[in-house]
């Protein structure tokens, strides 16, 4: 190589013995001491300090030609540094290069934004994109890459122990329109007929089963047309894993291991197994949500049965009819919300259905509130037992279908949280990591705009086999072998059980999920086929890559950790696409392109 050393390599006992070395990376910074000119020279490793002293006129004029992040080598002896000069915060700060000869590769342009880390974060994100190559130059981004490769490598190691083949599966598939919106791919050989990128693996995973892979992984390039968001992007890695032969406890024991060697090997620190577990029934109704983050207290209590007599008509009224609910939070401290905080969460609960949103404060020994009026003592008394209310706290209700309830307090319940910690009022160490198995999830969820089933997680998950008798007569008790991974409210994968009787599948495609038996052909017949040979219980789980990287990293956006992401728009601004093509190679694919139509028509 170009090199004999990486730029954060250098140390003491090089300067001792006084070696000679060859240095290549990018001008970091430029410095003029007295006419010495001093060149901080950066690579992927860290930084090394280059001296170019006036004895040496020739390279000495070179260096004046330096700019910021111009590609140089050199060549030179290692020296230690004048004790005044060291720089405890360099690696290399004990040590210098005193430079012999240099070579000037390439000369940087005027730079579009500054390079150093805390200024670059300031920059638009839109012009980081653009000039991407730049932005991930930068140590704190690189250190980003490192990261997610060390994550990977990491888990491919774990897998690999446990006896897991690495298995490359098609990306082009054919279409599954009822899941996300896809990727289409028009085929030029067969007129007419599209691909569809692969939103997973799925389908090609359970047929390695089949195949009696025994332990099949991928981290698995998926695509899904769907729109974009910090933690959501048109083409993302999972890590995908089936096995054979295994109940849930397997996969269970699996990924705490994997995770576990994960979260030491990136982060040095150790997170205890087995994970705790809570059913998605205990997640709505203490959190709201089925990705709860656990790392604070505030946890929904439900008055229901209090408020079935109570003299507040809107309560009343919800919690006497089929389904409603009457529930509320504790927000403990927060008393002193401002009234645009207040406003804030009020829009917050109107988003999610709600007409408002009904609080108590208590705040100087008494309480206070619009709807205080119409509770009696006893419910006064019981609510604030059951809530421990004291001073400073506030309480906020929603009085709706459980669902919905559900929603806005579990909603509520993060943002008030999230001014609590602008307080100081809640405290959540930085390596506070609190992973979550939530499983009995229901296997089917009721569509009233379609009127039938719907798979809540995907048709190839296997019911609870006490539960297999109700699919007849009451699909919606049933629970389906499906479990999800959560860390800190961030659900990073779920997966299942599979069914592997072809009866059983044909079953739930047909008669539950209400499927015609032409489209079952079209879109699973092989499936089923497959299944008639000898297919093994087999389950896996998929891990979405980017987000528990972005975890790790303590990054909130997965474009962060993304090499060239897109932007919100489904854009890629530093190569320009999407972009036009050319009419041949339209008329190649029989593709005419037509106008859009106007709004409203």
């Known amino acids: 190589m170009l090199r004999t050393h990486h730029c954060n390599s250098l140390a003491v006992a090089d300067a001792d013995a006084k070696i000679q070395v060859s240095l290549i990376g990018w001008v970091d910074t430029v410095r003029d001491l007295g006419g010495v000119r001093f060149v901080d020279?950066?690579?992927?490793?860290?930084?090394?300090?280059?001296?170019f002293n006036p004895e040496r006129a020739e390279i000495h004029a070179q260096a004046h030609r330096l700019k910021d992040e111009s590609v140089?080598?050199?060549?030179?002896?290692?020296?230690?540094?004048?004790?005044?000069?060291?720089?405890?915060?360099m690696g290399t700060g004990e040590v210098e290069v005193v430079a012999e000869s240099l070579v000037i590769h390439n000369v940087c342009q005027p730079l579009p934004f500054p390079m150093e880390d805390d200024k670059a974060d300031k920059v638009g994100e839109d012009l980081r994109l653009e000039y991407r190559y730049l932005d991930l130059r930068r140590p704190r981004m690189l250190n980003l890459v490192k990261t997610r490769a060390l994550a990977a490598r990491t888990i491919r190691r774990t897998l690999e122990d446990e006896g897991f083949l690495e298995v490359e599966t098609p990306v082009l598939f054919k279409s599954t329109p009822e899941g996300a919106r896809e990727f289409l791919v028009p085929s030029r050989l067969s007129t007419g007929s599209f691909y569809a990128l692969s939103q997973s693996p799925q389908q090609y995973k359970q047929m390695l089963m089949v195949a009696g892979v025994e332990k099949y992984y991928q981290l698995a390039r998926c695509f899904r047309d769907e729109d974009l968001r910090a933690d959501r992007q048109l083409e993302f890695t999972q890590v995908d894993i089936e096995m054979s032969f295994i109940e849930r406890e397997d996969m269970y024991a699996l990924v705490e291991k994997m995770l576990a060697a994960t979260w030491k090997s990136v982060l040095g620190i150790d997170i205890p197994t087995p994970f705790p577990?809570?059913?998605?029934?205990?997640?709505?109704?203490?959190?709201?949500?089925?990705?709860?983050?656990?790392?604070?207290?505030?946890?929904i209590t439900d008055f229901t049965d209090l408020f079935k007599n109570s003299g507040f008509k809107v309560f009343n009224s919800i919690a006497n009819s089929s389904g409603g609910v009457v529930r509320a939070i504790n927000a403990k401290g927060f008393a002193d919300i401002t009234q645009g905080e207040l406003v804030n969460l009020e829009n917050i609960a109107k988003t999610l259905g709600a007409k408002g949103l009904a609080f108590i404060k208590s705040e100087n020994g008494e309480w206070k509130s619009p709807i205080l009026k119409f509770f009696s003592d006893d419910e006064k008394a019981v609510l604030?037992?059951?809530?421990?209310?004291?001073?400073?706290?506030i309480v906020f209700f929603a009085a709706a279908p459980w669902e919905q309830?559900?929603?806005?307090?579990?909603?509520?319940?993060?943002?008030?949280?999230a001014y609590l910690r602008q307080r100081g009022k809640i405290v959540i160490p930085p390596d506070k990591f609190n992973f979550l198995w939530v499983i009995e999830f229901p296997l089917m969820l009721w569509d009233a705009e379609e009127k039938r089933?719907?798979?809540?997680?995907?048709?190839?998950t296997a019911p609870v086999k006490e539960d297999e008798p109700l699919l007849a007569t009451a699909p919606e008790k049933v629970r389906g072998q499906h479990y999800d991974i959560v860390l800190?409210?961030?659900?990073?994968?779920?997966?299942s059980i599979r069914i592997h009787n072809p009866e059983m599948q044909k079953h739930v495609f047909e008669d539950v999920l209400k499927i015609p038996a032409d489209v079952v052909e079209s879109r699973f017949?092989?499936?089923?086929?497959?299944?008639?040979?000898?297919?093994?219980?087999?389950?896996?789980?998929?891990?979405?890559?980017?987000?528990?990287v972005a975890m790790l990293a303590g990054r909130s956006s997965i474009r962060d950790i993304i090499a060239f992401p897109k932007t919100q728009k489904g854009q890629d601004l530093m190569a320009e696409s999407p972009a036009p093509v050319t009419p041949k190679q339209l008329r190649d694919l029989h593709i005419a392109l037509t106008e859009p139509e106007a709004k409203g028509k």
């Open 525 to 548: 017949g092989y499936m089923l086929k497959a299944f008639s040979y000898g297919a093994p219980p087999h389950g896996g789980i998929a891990l979405g890559l980017d987000r528990l």
């Open 384 to 393: 604030k037992e059951r809530l421990n209310i004291e001073d400073g706290d």
């Open 72 to 89: 140089i080598q050199v060549t030179g002896t290692v020296v230690r540094r004048d004790a005044d000069t060291v720089n405890p915060k």
């Open 488 to 495: 800190n409210g961030v659900e990073l994968g779920g997966g």
């Open 453 to 460: 089933f719907l798979s809540a997680h995907h048709p190839f």
């Open 277 to 299: 577990r809570m059913s998605y029934q205990a997640a709505m109704d203490r959190y709201g949500v089925d990705k709860p983050d656990t790392r604070f207290d505030i946890e």
């Open 405 to 417: 309830a559900c929603a806005i307090l579990g909603r509520i319940r993060l943002e008030a949280a």
């Open 41 to 51: 020279l950066r690579d992927r490793e860290g930084i090394t300090q280059i001296v």
